[in-house]
């Protein structure tokens, strides 16, 4: 049982250039999220679905697209990647979506490092 | 918005000392929960707290929330060096995403 797999693990990007960063989960959970992690930040998120076929912006949206391609998939893309974009990224999933009455545990994946020079 | 911070940003101490971090909430939470990060590594969930005033033991890790649900302390005895890395609480509100607090960094000398 893998839980949440991102790919790739490292990427080094020029300015202007794109790319996308994919992840799928195992677990069945419908809600699915996308994090970064800069240093003294936490973790801020960046957009996220909270069912197969809705996605919503975040807290740091600006810059990045994101798509749920199906139940296990979803991908985050960057168009014009920027310096300010240089993170370590985390897709996570839960159950349902957190922001319900209960509040579901986030399962993370491994992360992806990305630096854009 | 809801602001999560949490204190010290760092804490050294050596193994077998105590430790402790704080996060407090500029709102009332609905529940709060506490993660971990390894070095090099990705969040591990590790409880949920629900209730105000709730304590919960996991072996040498006592959590606890305050009776406002405003803040919440999580407690390590007698550290070892599987206890390095950075624990973050997240608060959580009906109808919002979590907010996750910075986080404490937490090196252990052998």
């Known amino acids: 049982n893998a839980g949440v797999t991102q790919t790739p693990k490292f990427q080094v990007l020029k300015t202007g250039q794109s790319m996308t960063l994919q992840c799928a989960q195992d677990?069945?959970?419908?809600?699915m999220y996308w994090y970064r992690q800069d240093p003294g930040m936490g973790l801020r998120l960046i957009y996220y679905?909270?069912?197969?076929?809705?996605?919503d912006k975040g807290e740091v949206p600006n810059g990045y697209n994101v798509s749920r391609l199906n139940k296990r998939e979803f991908s985050l893309r960057l168009e014009s990647a920027a310096p300010s974009q240089t993170s370590v990224y985390f897709c996570?999933?839960?159950?349902?979506?957190?922001?319900?009455?209960?509040?579901?545990?986030?399962?993370f994946g491994a992360g992806s490092r990305l630096t854009v020079l | 918005g809801q602001q999560v911070m949490q204190i010290p940003q760092y804490q050294h101490v050596q193994e077998g000392e105590d430790f402790t971090t704080y996060c407090n909430s500029s709102?009332?939470?609905?529940?709060i929960q506490w993660y971990k990060q390894r070095p090099g590594g990705h969040p591990v969930f590790l409880i949920q707290?629900?209730?105000?005033?709730e304590v919960k033991k996991q072996k040498r890790l006592t959590f606890q929330f305050g009776e406002a649900k405003k803040n919440s302390s999580l407690h390590i005895t007698a550290t070892q060096t599987t206890d390095v890395g950075t624990y973050f609480c997240?608060?959580?509100?009906?109808?919002?995403?979590?907010?996750f607090g910075p986080g404490t960094r937490l090196s252990v000398l052998p």
């Open positions: 996570a999933s839960s159950e349902s979506w957190q922001g319900l009455f209960g509040a579901n545990v986030l399962t």
């Open positions: 677990m069945n959970h419908n809600s």
């Open positions: 679905s909270a069912s197969e076929g809705t996605t």
């Open positions: 709102t009332t939470l609905s529940n």
């Open positions: 707290l629900v209730k105000s005033g």
């Open positions: 997240a608060g959580y509100n009906y109808g919002q995403n979590f907010v």
